[in-house]
């Protein structure tokens, strides 16, 4: 779908990532964001820990264990890696591996925060992405588990939702944001969407000629249940590795269905409440008939 | 394993088992309570229109009040939840037909708007010495008064509209999210939520009119308790995986107890016409069974947000399928 004639772009190359956390920093000090407590979590060296209000980008790292010669991520990288972190040392024949992503608001095509919103606070630019307005946003939070990411967040210190606006003014201003800009390895590539997804394609083919035939691309495509993602990414591993879902939707999208099915149990509900008040009437009616028979016989 | 009907433990990676989506920002009790007091209001608007058009005043009065209270407090709670009473104003700059929250306002708008007038005109017809007072107080006042009785009757043919969508529209509030036990639930959630207002509205139909009058308060509390325990059966056993959170810990406890109520007030209401007692009994199990309910359902959907499981694992499975989700193309 054609949401904005120059729409603009995120493409992350998590396999370029080297965690440094350069792009949580300047993001941080461009928007003005407050800090979200200290806050050790002990699963990893991670201790930003999701996207949130005041986290607009997160490196995710993840550490794993995975055989040698298993080139492949699906199923034998990390095992059951339920928050578990490095499982017991390395064995003789598996090989250690982290994997870091920069994480991000994805802009989607069909955007459920932007959907659902009351207000009007959220609207989309003429970048293509999608930004809340402060000063109109009333704190519903109505936005928050809408989102199929779960990346917008309510500030409990003021009471409104906050989300990563693309560095919007910087925009404006021709510059690319700050995290793109903060980037020291070009994980994080800022540019028009169908260039980056070009670039993108090229690069996956790259790593798959130089044996990493677990690289793939994650919300690039426009088919995908949010209609493709303005921010997309480059994993070497399943989605749902990195805290990502593996096959989001709009939430909007069963929206007719979902009136639907309310119409009728509203329907239902008159119906309930016609059978209440004339079934006594109808009773009242049938008890009557039976005295007048009861008297004649 | 808590029992043996439950699915299997599903096997599934995470990022260290966080939350993939963020669990629903809304206060307790606010939010419970408002929908419990949707549903009681936008049924009581029917039972008002219904009972005024059989003849049954009494009872017309009752869920009049009934309603314009439930839509008012319902109002104010929702405005404490957004923290500042203006911003439900805030609420009204724009219509959204996307917006389950924006169509929800301006149904609740309406709503109370018109229970208000439809319960000011009972009030005033069931004191006429009161109605007469005001007027020699304020002779400007006059005109109102003399106009209410028109004025209440139209109201209460309106709220018959506005309130069996108030009563269900709570319901896609909650499944327009990516909440998974929400989501999944579109189709039973707003049975359940107009069984729940139904038997409400009922059992408040029980406790605030004579008993010789209550006979079809007495047959909605019945008929709703009806419609609430069936689309609950049918909901959690439709879901598999991402019902369980119904059946988990408080969540589970709550809709237990919901269970319970609703059913044994629901039977009660049946022979309730025999005694104020059991009325009382049955109108109070009834009323119990419903707000359960709504606290039920809120931290099911917490509990399904929290674990990732119930976000993965399902959408893994489609991956699995070769069914990956799609949107159709909109305007």
Not at chain 1, 48 to 65: C, D, K, M, P, Y
Not at chain 1, 233 to 261: C, H, I, K, Q, S
Not at chain 2, 158 to 168: H, R, S
Request: glycine share 10%; with cysteine; net charge neutral.
């Amino acid at each position: 779908m054609d949401i904005a004639p120059n729409r603009y772009g995120f493409f992350t190359d998590t396999s370029i990532c080297i965690g440094c956390k350069a792009c949580e920093v300047a993001c941080k000090e461009w928007n003005d964001v407050p800090d979200d407590g200290f806050v050790f979590r002990a699963t990893s060296y991670d201790n930003t820990g999701s996207l949130g209000a005041n986290t607009w980008r997160h490196v995710a790292f993840i550490e794993q264990q995975r055989p040698v010669g298993q080139a492949d991520g699906r199923g034998q990288v990390g095992g059951q890696d339920q928050g578990e972190g490095p499982a017991g040392g390395p064995g003789p024949d598996s090989i250690e591996r982290w994997l870091m992503s920069s994480d991000v608001c994805k802009h989607c095509t069909h955007a459920a925060c932007l959907d659902v919103c009351p207000t009007g606070a959220l609207f989309r630019t003429e970048f293509g992405t999608v930004v809340v307005q402060e000063d109109i946003c009333n704190g519903c939070g109505y936005c928050v588990p809408a989102c199929p990411y779960g990346v917008i967040d309510r500030r409990e210190r003021d009471g409104r939702a906050w989300k990563c606006t693309m560095c919007y003014d910087r925009q404006l201003g021709g510059l690319e944001p700050a995290c793109a800009k903060a980037c020291p390895t070009d994980s994080i590539q800022f540019g028009p969407l169908d260039e980056l997804r070009l670039r993108a394609e090229e690069r996956v083919e790259r790593l798959h000629e130089e044996g990493r035939p677990e690289a793939r691309l994650y919300g690039a495509s426009p088919d995908d249940g949010v209609g493709g993602d303005g921010a997309f990414f480059l994993l070497l591993d399943e989605p749902e590795v990195y805290g990502l879902p593996p096959d989001p939707v709009v939430t909007t999208r069963d929206l007719p269905a979902m009136w639907r099915w309310a119409g009728g149990a509203a329907v239902s509900l008159v119906g309930a409440m016609a059978v209440s008040f004339l079934s006594e009437r109808l009773v009242g009616r049938i008890a009557a008939h039976d005295r007048s028979l009861g008297r004649r016989r | 394993m808590r029992e043996d009907a439950m699915v299997p433990e599903a096997e599934f990676r995470s990022y260290y088992g966080q939350p993939v989506i963020k669990a629903p920002v809304w206060h307790e009790p606010h939010m419970p309570v408002y929908l419990y007091l949707g549903g009681l209001s936008g049924a009581a608007s029917v039972m008002a229109a219904m009972a005024g058009l059989t003849g049954r005043d009494r009872l017309a009065l009752t869920a009049r009040v009934t309603a314009a209270v439930g839509a008012t407090a319902g109002a104010a709670l929702l405005a404490a939840e957004l923290g500042r009473p203006e911003r439900f104003l805030n609420m009204l700059r724009v219509f959204k037909l996307t917006s389950p929250m924006s169509v929800g306002s301006w149904i609740l708008a309406a709503h109370s708007g018109l229970t208000t007038i439809a319960a000011a005109s009972a009030v005033a017809a069931a004191l006429p010495s009161a109605a007469a007072k005001v007027v020699a107080v304020l002779p400007a006042a006059s005109a109102p008064v003399r106009a209410l009785p028109t004025a209440g009757d139209a109201a209460t043919l309106a709220i018959a509209v506005t309130g069996p969508l108030m009563a269900t529209y709570t319901a896609v509030l909650l499944a327009d999210t990516a909440v998974p036990a929400w989501h999944e639930a579109h189709r039973e959630l707003p049975f359940l939520f107009a069984g729940s207002a139904l038997a409400s509205a009922g059992a408040m139909g029980m406790l605030a009119t004579p008993r010789v009058e209550a006979g079809p308060a007495r047959a909605v509390a019945a008929l709703g308790a009806v419609m609430e325990t069936a689309a609950g059966a049918v909901m959690e056993r439709r879901l598999g995986l991402v019902g369980e959170p119904y059946r988990l810990g408080r969540a589970g406890r709550l809709m237990r107890a919901a269970r319970v109520l609703t059913a044994g007030g629901g039977l009660l209401a049946t022979v309730a016409g025999r005694s104020r007692t059991l009325s009382a009994i049955s109108g109070l199990a009834l009323t119990a069974g419903s707000l359960c309910i709504r606290f039920g359902a809120l931290e099911a959907g917490r509990l399904s947000a929290a674990d990732p499981k119930y976000t993965v694992v399902p959408q893994r499975r489609r991956l699995e399928a070769g069914n990956p989700a799609s949107v159709p193309e909109r305007p």
